[in-house]
């Protein structure tokens, strides 16, 4: 009962900074303006209990048998949503060039962030306020606005005049995955919906509707659905993997001779390079065509992690020193960081061990996504070029370190 009255005091907040732009963009219009906000908290409720069992929306009907055996500690995710939420009447218009871009300083995001604004779009990035600022995006040409997704109150604020949402934000490792991935989620979307943002880009990930034993995996599926359900012109991109995660996971280790960390799960990952992501996403945002469609992106090939480790080897022109940890001791691990409250958040994370374990193929065939969009499957890199231009690069940064330090050599 908390959190409904802290989401409706966060959708206040939404629905006052739209009465505000409209009492100031048209007076005539600002009693029906503020007559339309009344009732709007009702139908925008959202109610999340913690329970001992897990989220209960629903997937497949395949996974049902697994929701009944769901990890202890988990949290439901149980979001009220109407389509027919609010209409507060028009105001200004937006530019649809105006977008914001959540979790900009990530792995994608920093890139969804250089493609828009390279195609000439006003990029604004909800950053969370750090000790190192993010300059290097005001450089690029964005502007940034401090928000936290845990604190709802901050974020109407960085919603006005925007036209699209796109979300690449995820929680931080040290903090619980419920609290930016599902609640701060959850407030963006009520407060997207409130101030009439015309477009939600929303990122998933592959097969989460088959995974409910994986809380972050089961909290992106709730979000679709949420995100559906509250009736916001949207588009959901699933992903599979990113070719960036794999230079500091194996391609920094073996080239500075570290151990490299490994498993003996058989699942295939097709990893894309998040430039390609960041490309598709722009043109998926200009089709009309595809609102309210959910795509999955996947690179041209899925890979297991000992063919990963084998192609840095050959490309670094040096063995790696594996350290394989069979999923049994990940899944042991798991059970024993379940029995602490302090451990409970590394359970969470541990829980892809279930899906390491399951032969899982995190790839989908690509023909139909790249005839709808009107893209060559040749123009997506593959992952033995994004690695060969990486070697190539890297070693011919050392050799030439190595022939400067030889020039400066002084001997006695």
């Known amino acids: 009962m908390k959190m409904a009255s802290s989401s409706s005091s966060v959708l206040q907040h939404a629905i006052n900074f739209r009465i505000q732009q409209q009492q100031l963009e048209t007076t ?3 009693n029906s303006s503020s007559s339309s906000s009344k009732g709007v908290i009702s139908s925008l409720s959202w109610r999340r209990t913690l329970a001992n069992n897990a989220l209960p929306c629903s997937s497949s009907s395949s996974s049902s048998s697994a929701r009944r055996h769901r990890i202890r500690r988990m949290t439901r995710c149980n979001a009220a949503a109407t389509a027919e939420v609010v209409n507060l009447g028009p105001g200004t218009p937006v530019r649809p060039t105006s977008v914001l871009v959540v979790g900009a300083t990530g792995t ?15 990029v604004r990035c909800l950053v969370r306020p750090r000790p190192a600022p993010a300059d290097f995006l005001r450089d690029w040409g964005a ?10 109150e901050t974020i109407p604020a960085t919603l006005v005049g925007i036209h699209t949402v796109i979300d690449c934000a995820t929680g931080r490792p040290e903090e619980p995955i419920k609290t930016v991935d599902w609640e701060g989620k959850v407030a963006l979307i009520q407060c997207a919906k409130a101030m009439g943002i015309q477009k939600f880009i929303f990122y998933s990930i592959h097969n989460c509707d088959k995974h409910p034993e994986v809380p972050l ?26 070719m960036q995660g794999l230079i500091g996971q194996y391609a920094v280790p073996i080239l500075e001779e570290k151990s490299v960390w490994g498993t003996d799960a058989p699942t295939r990952i097709a990893y894309m390079d998040t430039q390609d992501i960041a490309r598709l996403t722009f043109i998926a945002l200009r089709n009309e065509n595809i609102n309210g469609k959910l795509l999955t992106f996947a690179g041209p090939r899925a890979w297991t992690t000992q063919e990963v480790i084998t192609l840095c080897e050959r490309l670094a022109g040096q063995d790696a020193n594996v350290t394989t940890v069979p ?10 960081t379940r ?24 790839s989908v065939a690509m023909a139909e996504t790249y005839s709808l969009l009107g893209v060559d499957a040749k123009d997506i890199i593959t ?14 940064k050392l050799k030439d370190i190595k ?10």
């Not at 502007?143 to 709802?152: C, E, G, I, R």
């Not at 602490?340 to 032969?359: G, H, I, P, Q």
């Open 108 to 122: 994608l995001g920093r890139q969804i962030v250089r493609r828009a604004l390279d195609e000439g779009y006003d």
């Open 143 to 152: 502007t940034v606005v401090n928000a936290d997704l845990s604190k709802p």
């Open 217 to 242: 995996m089961e909290i992106k599926y709730c979000t679709e659905k949420f995100l559906r359900d509250i009736g916001l012109n949207h588009i959901i991109i699933r992903l599979c993997g990113f």
């Open 339 to 362: 029995l602490f409250e302090w451990t409970n958040d590394v359970a969470d994370r541990l829980a892809f061990s279930e899906v390491l374990t399951s032969d899982t193929i995190f």
């Open 28 to 30: 005539n219009n600002s």
């Open 403 to 412: 022939a400067q330090s030889k020039q400066t050599d002084i001997y006695f």
């Open 327 to 336: 999923v049994s001791i990940l899944r042991l691990t798991r059970q024993l």
């Open 383 to 396: 992952l033995e070029k994004y690695l060969q231009d990486y070697f190539a690069n890297i070693l011919k």
